[in-house]
T-cell receptor, first 112, second 115 residues
Framework: SQQGEEDPQALSIQEGENATMNCSYKTSINNLQWYRQNSGRGLVHLILIRSNEREKHSGRLRVTLDTSKKSSSLLITASRAADTASYFCATGRGLGYSTLTFGKGTMLLVSP | DTEVTQTPKHLVMGMTNKKSLKCEQHMGHRAMYWYKQKAKKPPELMFVYSYEKLSINESVPSRFSPECPNSSLLNLHLHALQPEDSALYLC??????????????FGPGTRLTVL
């Protein structure tokens, strides 16, 4: 079953603008992760935020997590054409190996 | 080496064929995963191996048969597939120890078409 639900489903912006994607989930989690996928290829891990964290930064990425609302957001600042991809949130559960449940994803198009 | 490799990149097979997908990692990871991804959909977990033992089988039909010959290799054997099994098959690995907060490293996938 798909736990994460992203919105918007698609987002089109110009280079230099910020892009914000939201994710909601339903059950308890150990962490929430964001992945990027270029054009039907493999996924690349972007950032992991633990359930006891509220905000995390990595380069141009900022992730927030609100466990009371069961939601997270991914902000990409100063976007570039190379950021064009699908972005998925995934909720992680389990010990040792992590079982990920992916949301439906947001397709981001950044135009030059 | 932080790479997960998958072969082949593309595979076309008939419904009576038997084929195998291969996945390899040399990061010392002890958890490996198979996902299936249909077009414009998120990846869906199929199997999890932890320390070379099958830990999770997400009710996958028996025409998909996973195998973990050693800690670096993961295979997915395919037999009598249906056209609806056409998808991108992704392999991933993670540390598999030291707690729950492990990112997964994905291979580029095998694009499978069943005729």
């Amino acid at each position: 079953s798909q736990q994460g639900e992203e919105d918007p489903q698609a987002l089109s912006i110009q280079e230099g603008e910020n892009a914000t994607m939201n994710c909601s989930y339903k059950t308890s989690i150990n962490n929430l992760q964001w992945y990027r996928q270029n054009s039907g290829r493999g996924l690349v891990h972007l950032i992991l935020i633990r359930s006891n964290e509220r905000e995390k930064h990595s380069g141009r990425l900022r992730v927030t997590l609100d466990t009371s609302k069961k939601s997270s957001s991914l902000l990409i600042t100063a976007s570039r054409a190379a950021d064009t991809a699908s972005y998925f949130c995934a909720t992680g559960r389990g010990l040792g190996y992590s079982t990920l449940t992916f949301g439906k994803g947001t397709m981001l198009l950044v135009s030059p | 080496d932080t790479e997960v490799t998958q072969t082949p990149k593309h595979l076309v097979m008939g419904m009576t064929n038997k084929k195998s997908l291969k996945c390899e990692q040399h990061m010392g990871h002890r958890a490996m995963y198979w996902y299936k991804q249909k077009a414009k959909k998120p990846p869906e977990l199929m199997f999890v191996y932890s320390y070379e033992k099958l830990s999770i089988n997400e009710s996958v039909p028996s025409r998909f048969s996973p195998e973990c010959p050693n800690s670096s290799l993961l295979n997915l054997h395919l037999h009598a597939l249906q056209p609806e099994d056409s998808a991108l098959y992704l392999c991933a690995s993670s540390q598999g120890s030291g707690g729950p907060h492990n990112e997964q490293f994905f291979g580029p996938g095998t694009r499978l078409t069943v005729l």
